[in-house]
């Protein structure tokens, strides 16, 4: 029997594609790399060379009018929600220096020992009941915790920043425009850090807040709707993101017994747990780009002004970099993977993700390291430009004590 072709349409609205969109991807890289789909108006570029290129060409494949596929966030105020994601050189440049005043390497490993705590105190919390959903118990709740913890939002608040920062990137079934929901919440987050803003400007403490409003770079500093802009950044871009990674480690573990069985003999490959699953299905699948000046690629042309679509996801699968790239392997070598972006807008928070993934994933992997997916209750996020599980249910034999 021939087995039926996916379709050659890449959608990023078809939601049901996302069970596995690998396979069109695929079939784009092979017979179409410089793929037009005319009813979103944007062009999908999918082998791992073309997309490493634009990551690398700002001056041409340009992130002024942000990076949503969605066509009602793709324009040029992106950066008054985005930050200096939506931004070029040199104005990102100078914008990403101050803020990297502030949001140092020594933070982010300074917070390894508040991490751990909080992950277990998440794990302490439905370990005993032999089944959770790991999204709603776990993976949805750590990273805001830790951004809040970073910025400096009280416990109290933390659920309600939780539940904004996802409307704003949830989107329905068929509407590709921003829904009401996601743009009140939008509001409500800009407000709340305002006033966090106003509160830290008067009593300083020692969270990220308060040293982005003194840092400083040749005399000049951040404006308050620049450090606005990149707290909201951070909620938005840091929040659901490791959210995704760790489910999708879970999820493709799960998947893969003999992998498992690797990290039970060596629980120190985690960190290797948390590289293959980004580069193998990343949550960032998508990172759009307008395209400044006609460029030739594999025959076709892009004109000035059109909308480029980097397929990350697609990249990391490219099989000219990564043999056998279906194979989820985690002793692969997974340094030449995209999945945190290239260039000048490299991932901010890449160190913040990866010590997160590794410490959540030491405790999980240390408390219940023989967890069954029940399948029946997976959901997938209807996101466009990101990839996982809105939930994700698991069961346990029984958590062993700590
Ligand atoms: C698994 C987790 C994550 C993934 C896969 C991821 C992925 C990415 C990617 C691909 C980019 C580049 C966007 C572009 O080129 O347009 C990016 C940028 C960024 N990310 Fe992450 N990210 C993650 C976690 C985080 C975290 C935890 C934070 C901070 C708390 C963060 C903050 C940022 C910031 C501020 C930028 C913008 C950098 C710039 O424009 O110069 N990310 N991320």
């Given amino acids: 029997m021939v087995e039926a072709l996916p379709t050659l349409e890449y959608d990023p609205y078809a939601y049901e594609t996302h069970e596995d969109p690998y396979p069109v991807y695929r079939r784009l890289r092979d017979e179409d790399p410089v793929h037009r789909n005319e009813r979103l108006g944007f062009w999908a570029l999918s082998r791992y060379q073309d997309v490493m290129d634009a990551f690398r060409d700002s001056a041409r494949f340009s992130s002024r009018h942000g990076v949503s596929l969605d066509p009602d966030a793709f324009h040029d105020r992106a950066h008054t929600n985005m930050s200096f994601l939506a931004m070029d050189p040199p104005r990102q440049t100078r914008m990403r220096a101050l803020v990297s005043r502030g949001f140092t390497p020594r933070r982010v490993q300074d917070m390894e020992p508040r991490i751990r705590e909080i992950t277990r105190e998440h794990i302490e919390a439905f370990a005993g009941a032999g089944r959770c959903d790991f999204v709603a118990d776990f993976a949805g709740k750590l990273p805001m915790d830790v951004i809040s913890e970073l910025i400096g939002v009280p416990r109290e608040d933390r659920g309600e920043l939780r539940t904004w920062a996802d409307r704003v990137v949830h989107r329905e ?6 829904p009401p929901a996601a743009a009140e919440s939008a509001i409500k987050l800009v407000r709340y850090l305002q006033d966090m803003i106003a509160d830290r400007r008067a009593r300083p403490g020692d ?8 840092a400083e770079l040749d005399g000049e500093r951040l404006a308050e709707l620049d450090i606005i802009g990149f707290l ?15 489910a999708n480690a879970m999820y493709w573990l799960w998947r893969h017994p003999g992998e498992r069985d690797r990290l039970r003999a060596d629980p120190g490959m985690v960190p290797l747990w948390v590289e293959e699953t980004l580069r193998f299905d990343n949550s960032t699948q998508a990172l759009a780009r307008l395209v400044t ?6 025959g076709r042309t892009l004109r000035a002004g059109d909308k480029a679509v980097l397929l990350v996801g697609s990249a990391n699968r490219d099989e000219r970099i990564f043999p056998d790239p279906d194979r989820y392997d985690l002793l692969r070598d997974t340094s030449q993977s995209l999945s945190f972006g290239r260039g000048n807008h490299f991932c901010l928070g890449a160190s913040l993700a990866r010590l997160e993934g590794r410490v959540a994933l030491e405790e999980i992997h240390a408390r219940i390291p023989d967890y069954e997916v029940d399948s029946s209750g997976i959901e997938r996020v209807h996101s466009v430009n990101v990839r996982g599980f809105a939930a994700l249910p698991i069961e346990f034999p029984e958590a062993s004590t700590e």
Avoid: Q, R
């Fill in 173 to 178: 079934e068929g509407v590709t425009g921003v």
């Fill in 207 to 214: 969270d990220l807040t308060s040293s982005l409003l003194v």
């Fill in 232 to 246: 909201f950044l951070m909620a938005i871009a840091g929040n659901e993101t490791t959210t995704k990674l760790l």
């Fill in 293 to 298: 000046e006609d460029v030739e690629l594999h």
